[in-house]
């Protein structure tokens, strides 16, 4: 038994098929000054056949969110950052187009794995599987095709989003990776795919040979690997009981989020990607409780325009009308690194740092840039502005000012835009949760940021794995946190939402809308399992249970009691959404090769 990470859910059982992934060295290979011109149009044409290739596979796959992710793919090979220095490299220092194209996908790739951030550290990945179609281009070569049996078990260091993208069309009912994370783009594929996929298991290829009987468990994260007869009959059957319950959902996921009193919990989608856009209309959300604009910065020698502001705003509304789009300005520093603002390579802790809102304020023209395109946008639909990181008033109040400044000088340019946006904030930090009651004076709605309020209220680094044990969601500090965020809201007539990982676990549903919250914001596929619970509840169950773990004296009496109560509420829909494991995650996990 081995452990990773479910990175697309669902249970997979059959034969693995292992996949032994092409390494390339590149020797420093030097031309002659009168090849240079020659090796650039090599360069050229070969980015050039790597399109078409992709174009291929893509054109194979049915309309949706994986075939926006090839097209993703295929811009990067239009980046600047990739082939100007390419070729500057070529025609500086007399190089071989294969020599440059290696050392200029290190050099992106090195920098994206630095970040703390997840999904940067996952395009670093996107950038090693892109070069390495090219570099199979430019020796001539073709990237062949993965084809495994029908009913196969994938077993691979890592995928590209291509080479996922063959696997659906080979029909596998599993993939497991020893690379990769929830936010890589062949995670996002298998998801779309819905394919089971379980990622991060680092020693998977150790313990797996081909045609191996395996058993991918990608609700919670485990593998199994040569299953004796009574465990295989058991996940038959788990495999089953899933899939009927998946059915269900889906028939029930255009359903709204009202509880069997009338309570409506809205249920909202966070998105960063232009293939979680479909995804999270697929799933049934009234709209994006949190749309993450720092991505548009990303990797890139010039901040995004207002006019690219504006149109990506724009594109996303109408999307998503006639639903409401909340739109965070740019969350820029320690974890998301950006060749556009240094502060965070000159800091000894960047998290606590120059960041977010506080970068914002620095970067003054970049921020009111940001500003003005999503004004702009607002004419084309209810669209939203968020805050991240606010810390108090003072803060926001110089934030706003900021707000003012751009809505004038629209105004006085006359150029069309929404002068009454509704403007809100993120509930980060804990001095923010303390003084959330003079803060909702200032501000239309508020959005609680559980990932980085546990982090700062426990002083938890959350991607340090030797603490993470730490991460106690229901902590009797971030319970009453949330309650005084929630209360303060109600108070003052604003809208309290909550758009961190808490919201997608159906372990904390109850609890959640017990303290008060009554919209949720997840990733677009937690959604129809947290509709369905909310559907099968009473407001008064869940504030019940939520008195209840306010009182309790520790986390662990805490998870104890919303564990009993879920799980004999909910049997299956914590078994999709991978909470039964509430309290065993508390602990550092042991995973044993012994079935045990």
């Not at 899933?242 to 509880?259: C, K, M, N, S, T």
């Not at 805050?387 to 105004?411: F, W």
Request: charged residues 25%.
């Amino acid at each position: 038994m081995l452990g990773g990470t479910a990175a697309s859910p669902g249970v997979g059982i059959g034969r693995a098929y292992v996949i032994d992934p092409r390494r390339f060295h590149v020797p420093r290979r030097e031309i002659a000054i009168s090849e240079v011109d020659s090796e650039v149009g090599r360069f050229v044409e070969g980015l050039g056949r790597t399109h078409d290739h992709l174009e291929a596979i893509k054109n194979r796959l049915p309309h949706g969110e994986h075939r926006q992710i090839l097209e993703a793919q295929q811009m990067m090979l239009r980046d600047p950052d990739l082939t100007t220095r390419v070729e500057e490299l070529i025609r500086g220092e007399h190089v071989s187009a294969e020599w440059a194209v290696d050392r200029v996908a290190t050099e992106i790739r090195e920098t994206l794995e630095r970040a703390d951030d997840g999904y940067f550290r996952e395009r670093g990945s996107d950038i090693a599987f892109l070069a390495e179609r090219v570099l199979l281009q430019l020796s001539g070569e073709e990237a062949g095709e993965i084809l495994p049996p029908p009913g196969s078990i994938v077993i691979a260091r890592d995928l590209s989003p291509a080479d996922t993208a063959e696997l659906a069309r080979a029909q596998v009912v599993g993939i497991v990776t020893a690379g990769g994370g929830q936010t890589s783009h062949s995670a996002i594929m298998a998801r779309s795919l819905e394919i089971p996929a379980v990622v991060g298991v680092e020693d998977i290829l150790s313990h797996v040979q081909s045609d191996d009987m395996v058993i991918v468990d990608a609700i919670e994260g485990v593998v199994i690997v040569r299953p004796d007869a009574a465990e295989l009959e058991r996940w038959q059957n788990v495999r089953t009981r899933y899939e009927v319950f998946e059915d269900r959902l889906q028939r029930e996921h255009g359903l709204p989020g009202i509880a069997r009193d009338g309570t409506h919990i809205v249920l909202r989608a966070n998105v960063a990607l232009e293939a979680e856009v479909a995804s999270a209309r697929f799933h049934g959300a009234e709209g994006v409780g949190l749309y993450r604009t720092e991505y548009a910065y990303m990797d890139r020698d010039t901040a995004p325009t207002e006019e690219e502001h504006y149109r990506n705003a724009k594109h996303v509304l109408h999307r998503f009308a006639p639903h409401p789009v909340v739109f965070r300005t740019f969350d820029l520093g320690s974890d998301k690194p950006t060749r556009l603002v240094r502060y965070a390579e000159r800091e000894h802790n960047p998290a606590m740092g120059i960041r977010a809102l506080r970068l914002a304020l620095r970067e003054r023209d970049m921020f009111l840039c940001q500003l003005r395109g999503l004004l702009r946008a607002a004419v084309h639909g209810p669209l939203r502005i968020m805050l991240p990181l606010v810390s108090g008033v003072s803060e926001l109040r110089e934030a706003l000012a900021v707000i003012n400044q751009a809505r004038a000088a629209l105004a006085e340019e006359r150029v069309a835009h929404d002068s009454e946006v509704p403007v809100g904030i993120m509930i980060e930090m804990p001095s923010a949760a303390l003084v959330a009651d003079s803060l909702a004076k200032y501000v239309d709605f508020m959005s609680i940021g559980t990932n980085d309020l546990i982090q700062y209220t426990l002083a938890i680094d959350r991607t340090n794995d030797e603490v993470g044990y730490l991460y106690r969601p229901l902590h009797p500090a971030i319970l009453r946190l949330v309650h005084r965020v929630s209360a303060a809201g109600k108070a003052a007539g604003v809208s309290v939402s909550l758009c961190g990982e808490m919201a997608a676990d159906p372990r904390y549903t109850w609890v959640l809308v017990g303290l008060g919250v009554r919209e949720l914001s997840m990733h677009p596929s937690a959604i129809p399992v947290i509709k369905s619970i909310i559907r099968g509840s009473t407001l008064s169950e869940m504030e019940a249970l939520a008195r209840e773990v306010l009182d309790a004296e520790d986390a662990d009496e805490a998870e104890r009691r919303v564990l009993e109560i879920m799980e004999s509420k909910f049997p299956e829909h914590l078994l999709h959404g991978g909470g039964q494991r509430l309290v065993a995650e508390t602990r550092p996990r042991r995973v044993r090769e012994d079935g045990g």
